[in-house]
T-cell receptor
């Protein structure tokens, strides 16, 4: 199993550009989530999904969209990048929500100029 | 909104010493997780605590949960250099959202 994979590993955007961060897992996990990690602030939940076709907002959803058309994939879209979205983004998955630890992808380091 | 506070934020300790990291949270929850993050790396699951009084141990690390006090502890016994990392606690609120603490950066000095 590859576990949780994320692409790209690094990305530089200009303000106003859009892009999609890819996340995939091959463990047949129902729960998937996106976090951003900023210095001194831990990880903050952006969006999450409890299964294909079901998504919901987390703590900091503004400026981001998600969709979950398959169990395996959970892409994160930045609609119009802003410097405040400069961060490290982690995708995570777990077998189900509630009683299982999350497995994290390697992260995407995003810089918005 | 659930608040999760960890202390200390930074911890420098000598090899062989014991210490405890504290994780306090602001609302009722009986589901708490501990993760480790090495510099520039992703997060790795350490412990899953799912009930009041739960205690889990792995090597030199032991985690416990007191849901009534809204407190979890991560105890380090006889620290070694390999334990140097940032440790995060995460609390699952009602529903499907997880809230992370700001992390404790641990440095073990030979």
């Amino acid at each position: 199993n590859a576990g949780v994979t994320q692409t790209p590993k690094f990305q530089v955007l200009k303000t106003g550009q859009s892009m999609t961060l890819q996340c995939a897992q091959d463990m047949n996990h129902e729960y998937m989530s996106w976090y951003r990690q900023d210095p001194g602030m831990g990880l903050r939940l952006i969006h999450y999904s409890v299964g294909a076709g079901i998504t919901d907002q987390g703590e900091v959803p503004n400026g981001y969209n998600v969709s979950r058309s398959t169990t395996e994939d959970f892409p994160l879209r930045l609609l119009s990048a802003a410097p405040s979205q400069t961060s490290v983004y982690f995708c995570a998955s777990s077998y189900s929500v509630g009683y299982n630890e999350q497995f994290f992808g390697p992260g995407t380091r995003l810089t918005v100029l | 909104e659930l608040k999760v506070e960890q202390n200390p934020l930074f911890l420098s300790m000598q090899e062989g010493k014991n210490y405890t990291i504290y994780c306090n949270y602001s609302t009722t929850s009986d589901r708490l997780y501990w993760y480790r993050q090495d510099p520039g790396k992703s997060l790795e699951s350490l412990f899953v605590l799912l009930s009041n009084g739960a205690v889990k141990q792995e090597g030199r690390l032991m985690a416990s949960l007191d849901t009534k006090a809204r407190l979890s502890t991560l105890h380090i016994t006889a620290a070694v250099h390999d334990l140097s990392a940032t440790y995060f606690c995460a609390v699952q609120a009602t529903g499907n959202q997880f809230y992370f603490g700001t992390g404790t950066s641990l440095t073990v000095i030979p």
